[in-house]
Nanobody, 114 residues
């Protein structure tokens, strides 16, 4: 199962982007949705997650700048990224937990120029 993520691109420092990711319509037990990222030469790290009940969790480095949200009817998750910094440059992956299984998106590149 491949999750479809979109919204990446090239933006100047201080700019904004919004990422989106859609789960398959067949998913009926989504527990949590989230975003992770892998910067060049680094491991993949958590950016933000949101549970089915709406509880959110953010990496310290993005608190106050990024906002995660979800549309349960559309089975989509979004990441609004504001005040982007060059350090946010990475491949961003959406992650969805449906019942006990974890699914990843193919990744979308975000590049922030200084």
């Amino acid at each position: 199962v491949q999750l479809q993520a979109s919204g990446g691109g090239l933006v100047q420092a201080g700019g904004s982007l919004i990422l989106s990711c859609a789960a398959p319509r067949s998913f009926s037990g989504i527990v949590s949705m989230g975003w992770y990222r892998r910067a060049p030469g680094k491991q993949r790290d958590l950016v933000a997650t949101i549970t089915s009940g709406g509880s959110t969790n953010y990496a310290d480095s993005v608190k106050g700048r990024f906002t995660i949200s979800r549309d349960n009817a559309k089975k989509e998750v979004y990441l609004q990224m504001n005040s982007l910094e060059p350090e946010d440059t990475a491949i961003y992956y959406c992650r969805i937990v449906n019942y006990g299984s974890v699914y990843w998106g193919q990744g979308t590149q975000v590049t922030v120029s200084s």
